[in-house]
Structure formats: structure tokens, C-alpha cells
T-cell receptor, first 113, second 114 residues
Framework: DTAVSQTPKYLVTQMGNDKSIKCEQN?????MYWYKQDSKKFLKIMFS???????INETVPNRFSPKSPDKAHLNLHINSLELGDSAVYFC????????????FGEGSRLTVL | QKEVEQNSGPLSVPEGAIASLNCTYS??????FFWYRQYSGKSPELIMS????GDKEDGRFTAQLNKASQYVSLLIRDSQPSDSATYLC??????????????FGQGTILTVHP
């Protein structure tokens, strides 16, 4: 029974398209995150939500729009995809906002052609 | 200056040796520090957390923290080929806009050869 699950695992799409990634956690955690890992393996926070409320919004282009319908789900929609958006996107959850133990999903590898 | 800095490596050690991984951070008020391991093609997983100055041991792993020097390290004793992975240092922000933000270093690639 997967704790943090993301779908899809792989996305291959053309520049200019729109895509969504969905994330669900069954750990009962209050806080969820989106991280981006680039080709050099650098893992950078994009957003965090605590009980459905947006807490952290890093300097991410507004083409990226997260949405948390409830505290167990956090989705990421990306408009007008660009080549530089190619990366692995990780969803994660934690018990609380300042808890450093994050549980990561398997990642969604996005390739923009 | 990067917020969390690690030597990217690769660090190569023989099986059975001690692997030493280092990390420095810039935010003086940070109080919580973590080491994550990431196997190739997999997601990061937490292996150690440390909050107080000094050493913290868990099996073959020892985390060391020196807040005055803003330095965190991870020692892996009796290294095994299965320890070959990327090790990510992470620091939890403690105040202002950094509160609740877990910032990762760029990772150190460790290879343990038989």
C-alpha cells in the first residue's frame, strides 16, 4: 500500500502543451510538497501546502499552478510547457510544516520535446 | 553563496572503509538537519536527522553537527556496495520566509567498490 503515490510516472509532451500530475498520500499527514529535481539531481522546493493552505510558493513561473482539494491530495498543473520544464517532479508529505522527515512519491519524469 | 553546500563528488571508497560526507549551510538560525539517501532512479529517503551539536549514531551511520561552524557531516562505517547512492544534506528553515522550508544540497555521489 503506497504511502505517497503520484501519477503519471512518465510524461512526454510537446512544447506549449498543458499537463497535470496528481499526488495522493495515505499517511494522514497535514503537509504536502512539490519538489523539482533537474538533470544535475538538484532537488528544489516549489510549493508546500498545510491543511490545504498554500504556505510556500518559491519563485516558480505562474505557468505552474498547484491545487489541494483536501489534505490528502496535491496536484500540479503546468501550462504552456517549455523545454526547461523537463525534470523529475516529486511529491512529498510530512506530519507538519516544520517536520523535516519527508516521505516522497516515486517521482514523475516530465520530458518536453 | 548556496544555502546548503555539499561536495558533489563522486566519492569512491573501498568496501569496509569509512565514507565521510560533508555539508555546510548558510542560515545561522536553522535547528534541524537531515541526511537523505537517493538511489539512482528512485526517490529520496530519510536516513538520519540531527538537532543538537555533537554526534548521533544509528547503526553504521553517524551524523555530526557543529552549529558554530554551520557544518553537518555523515559518516558511514564498514561501507557496503549497497551504500552506493547520492546522499543529500537537508536543512530546515527556522524563521521568516524560510520557516517550514526544507532546503537540499546538491548531493554527494558515493560509490563503494568491492
Amino acid at each position: 500500500d503506497t504511502a505517497v503515490s503520484q501519477t503519471p510516472k512518465y510524461l512526454v509532451t510537446q512544447m506549449g502543451n498543458d499537463k497535470s500530475i496528481k499526488c495522493e498520500q495515505n499517511l494522514g499527514h497535514d503537509t504536502m510538497y512539490w519538489y523539482k529535481q533537474d538533470s544535475k539531481k538538484f532537488l528544489k522546493i516549489m510549493f508546500s501546502y498545510n491543511n490545504k493552505e498554500l504556505i510556500i510558493n518559491e519563485t516558480v513561473p505562474n505557468r505552474f499552478s498547484p491545487k489541494s482539494p483536501d489534505k490528502a491530495h496535491l496536484n500540479l498543473h503546468i501550462n504552456s510547457l517549455e523545454l526547461g520544464d523537463s525534470a523529475v517532479y516529486f511529491c512529498a508529505s510530512s506530519q507538519g510544516l516544520a517536520a523535516g522527515e519527508l516521505f516522497f512519491g516515486e517521482g514523475s519524469r516530465l520530458t518536453v520535446l | 553563496q548556496k544555502e546548503v553546500e555539499q561536495n558533489s563528488g563522486p566519492l569512491s571508497v573501498p568496501e569496509g572503509a569509512i565514507a565521510s560526507l560533508n555539508c555546510t549551510y548558510s542560515d545561522r538560525v536553522s535547528q534541524s538537519f537531515f541526511w537523505y539517501r537517493q538511489y539512482s532512479g528512485k526517490s529520496p529517503e530519510l536516513i538520519m536527522s540531527i538537532y543538537s551539536n555533537g554526534d548521533k549514531e544509528d547503526g553504521r551511520f553517524t551524523a555530526q553537527l557543529n552549529k558554530a561552524s554551520q557544518y553537518v557531516s555523515l559518516l558511514i562505517r564498514d561501507s557496503q556496495p549497497s551504500d552506493s547512492a547520492t546522499y543529500l544534506c537537508a536543512v530546515m528553515g527556522a524563521g521568516g520566509t524560510s520557516y517550514g522550508k526544507l532546503t537540499f544540497g546538491q548531493g554527494t555521489i558515493l560509490t563503494v567498490h568491492p
